[in-house]
């Protein structure tokens, strides 16, 4: 996945995957990591590092899951990456290269209004 990225390093992406995967549970298949690193290459560079700054401010709690997470739940840096893994899941991403299913799929949301919409992430840089 790392060589996907453009803005976060090998560690942070990691760390990223965990914290993902912890907050929306079983998002790790659409691969959030890559969606996220898309939207950090169209934010300004306080944005960017104020990202980079969440994601290290939860580095040590990202190993031990929700227990270790708790006690940082009503922090910034915490709210902050829960709002990107949330988008990166439930927008109905999924990277080129991930197993899947996406959201949308695997949440039995099939709207007839939401199946006609034909995802086109390549304004994020990702190729389909």
Known sequence: ?????????????AVLELLCETIVPGSSVVKPVVYIDALISAMSD?????????????ADAAPGGAEALREHALTPA????????????????????APG????????????LAMRIDKDWSYLGIAG
């Open 1 to 13: 996945m790392t060589g996907q990225l453009r803005n976060l390093d090998p560690a942070r992406a």
């Open 46 to 58: 306080p944005e960017r590092s104020a990202v980079n700054q969440s994601i290290d401010a939860l």
């Open 101 to 112: 299913p996406s959201a949308y799929h695997a949440i039995d949301f099939h709207s007839p």
């Open 78 to 97: 915490f709210l902050q990456v829960r709002a990107l893994a949330i988008e990166a899941y439930y927008s109905d991403f999924k990277a080129p290269d």
